[in-house]
């Protein structure tokens, strides 16, 4: 597997990254959707039969070659004898279809083949090869296939897969029924074809979305979409990083794969950024950094650093909320206090006019023992005295 050579630098808050030529293991089962991968023998069971066990590979005269799939480089209207090898791993002899048809990627990543061959206008039209092949158990066959460039073909990578079917019968859900399915199992014929190559990237339909979290105490986080569209004619693979305030994230993510872009594709790419505050207004800056892959033996252009802007509003709410409930409690106490206040100089006013009132009039006299009152009382405020 080629090496893949990384380096990284920081700029601009973004980290750049810049990749060789990272080639996944692709190729395997193509069912109705037409999914290529590379991979272990594929599996059927025709007509409730035993399983079927298969593999496509690239190959020379003598047999497999080692590939993962085949590269070529041709100029218009040249041609070159290609060969798979196709081997039978099952018990019994077996008759393989074969067919050719353009190769594109999924919205996933994956290398798929359309299901359909006839709906082909590109370089599954390229490709001649015989119709169908029997194999005996345990064999390999080695099938020449023909890829010629039409004259008129625009300059720069085409894709494509050639692959081996086996039709097999299964039932439905509720086995009220059985379907036939074929499945087919395949390799990528990559073509790049001699001319200008002129590579181009492009970041679209850049948004994002604040989610935020209902504990003041926590940051919300912001989901960032954006269209990544090859507007060149040559094959890309993609890095890049999304940056924020409060920090950032890479894609494609570790243990994702390499991501790959054929001529006029498009990938929607989502990254969640987490711990994002609500500051109002959140921006998160989208940075592209994409490679043109190489073919063997030939140097590729060197592209920029493609850049772009998602913005969303993110209002507090959480937090102003707070706010206000602590404001509301902190009136309400200083109003309760306030009242308490109110009332503690109420009562002690209430005290006074009582203790002056009580002054004023002054105190009672004991009377005697027969019961008059005490000379000198003052009660009828005249003194009395010897004559």
């Given at each position: 597997?080629?090496?893949?050579?990384?380096t990284?630098?920081?700029?601009?808050?973004?980290?750049?990254?810049s990749r060789?030529?990272?080639r996944?293991?692709?190729g395997?089962?193509?069912?109705?959707?037409g999914?290529?991968l590379?991979?272990?023998?594929?599996?059927?069971?025709?007509d409730?039969?035993?399983?079927?066990?298969?593999?496509?590979a690239?190959?020379?005269?003598?047999?497999?070659?080692?590939?993962?799939?085949?590269?070529?480089?041709l100029?218009?209207?040249?041609?070159?004898?290609?060969?798979?090898a196709?081997?039978?791993r099952?018990g019994?002899?077996?008759?393989?279809?074969?067919?050719?048809?353009?190769g594109?990627?999924?919205?996933k990543?994956?290398?798929s083949?359309?299901?359909?061959?006839?709906?082909?206008?590109?370089?599954?039209?390229?490709?001649?090869?015989q119709?169908?092949v029997?194999?005996e158990?345990g064999?390999t066959?080695v099938?020449?296939?023909t890829?010629?460039v039409?004259v008129?073909?625009?300059?720069?990578?085409?894709?494509a897969?050639?692959?081996a079917?086996?039709?097999?019968?299964?039932?439905?859900?509720?086995?009220?029924?059985?379907?036939?399915?074929?499945?087919?199992?395949?390799?990528?014929?990559?073509?790049?074809?001699?001319?200008?190559?002129?590579p181009?990237?492009?970041?679209?339909?850049a948004?994002?979305?604040y989610?935020?979290?209902?504990?003041?105490?926590?940051?919300?986080?912001a989901?960032?979409?954006?269209?990544l569209?090859?507007?060149?004619?040559?094959?890309l693979?993609?890095?890049?990083?999304?940056t924020?305030?409060?920090?950032?994230?890479d894609?494609?993510?570790?243990?994702?794969?390499?991501?790959?872009l054929?001529?006029?594709?498009?990938?929607r790419?989502?990254v969640?950024?987490?711990?994002?505050?609500?500051?109002?207004r959140?921006?998160?800056?989208?940075?592209?950094?994409?490679?043109v892959v190489p073919l063997?033996?030939a140097s590729?252009p060197?592209l920029a650093?493609?850049?772009?802007?998602?913005?969303?509003?993110?209002?507090?709410?959480p937090?102003?909320?707070?706010v206000?409930?602590v404001?509301?409690?902190c009136?309400?106490a200083?109003?309760g206090?306030?009242?308490?206040?109110?009332?503690?100089?109420?009562?002690?006013?209430?005290?006074?006019?009582?203790?002056?009132?009580?002054?004023?009039?002054g105190?009672?006299?004991?009377?005697?023992?027969?019961?008059?009152?005490?000379?000198?009382?003052?009660?009828?405020?005249?003194?009395?005295?010897?004559?």
């Open positions: 597997m080629p090496t893949v050579n990384e990284s630098r920081v700029r601009d808050g973004c980290r750049r990254r060789g030529p990272a996944s293991v692709v395997a089962v193509i069912g109705l959707v999914i290529v590379v991979a272990p023998p594929a599996l059927a069971e025709p409730g039969e035993a399983a079927v066990y298969w593999s496509v690239p190959a020379d005269e003598r047999g497999p070659d080692g590939r993962r799939w085949i590269e070529l480089t100029a218009p209207g040249e041609a070159v004898v290609e060969r798979i196709v081997t039978n099952s019994t002899a077996q008759v393989f279809q074969l067919a050719a048809a353009d594109r990627f999924t919205a990543g994956s290398f083949m359309l299901a359909r061959p006839e709906d082909s206008v590109d370089a599954g039209t390229w490709i001649d090869a119709d169908s029997e194999v158990p064999q066959v099938i020449p296939f890829v010629s039409p008129g073909a625009e300059p720069g990578d085409h894709a897969g050639i692959a079917s086996v039709r097999s019968r299964g039932v439905t859900a509720d086995g009220a029924a059985s379907v036939g399915v074929t499945s087919r199992f395949g390799v990528r014929v990559m073509t790049r074809v001699l001319g200008d190559l002129v181009g990237l492009e970041i679209g339909a948004e994002a979305v989610r935020q979290r209902w504990n003041p105490f926590k940051p919300g986080w989901q960032v979409s954006f269209d569209r090859n507007t060149g004619n040559a094959r693979t993609v890095t890049g990083r999304v924020s305030a409060s920090g950032g994230v894609f494609p993510e570790p243990g994702e794969g390499v991501l790959e054929l001529p006029g594709e498009t990938r790419i989502g969640a950024l987490d711990g994002v505050r609500p500051l109002i959140v921006s998160a800056v989208i940075c592209a950094d994409p490679v063997e033996g590729a060197a650093r493609v850049e772009a802007v998602a913005s969303t509003w993110a209002a507090p709410w937090q102003l909320a707070t206000v409930g404001a509301l409690i009136v309400a200083l109003a206090r306030r009242r308490s206040r109110r009332g503690v100089a109420a009562l002690i006013s209430q005290a006074r006019r009582a203790a002056l009132a009580e002054a004023l009039d105190p009672a006299a004991a009377p005697d023992a027969d019961g008059a009152p005490a000379a000198g009382s003052g009660l009828d405020g005249i003194g009395g005295g010897a004559s």
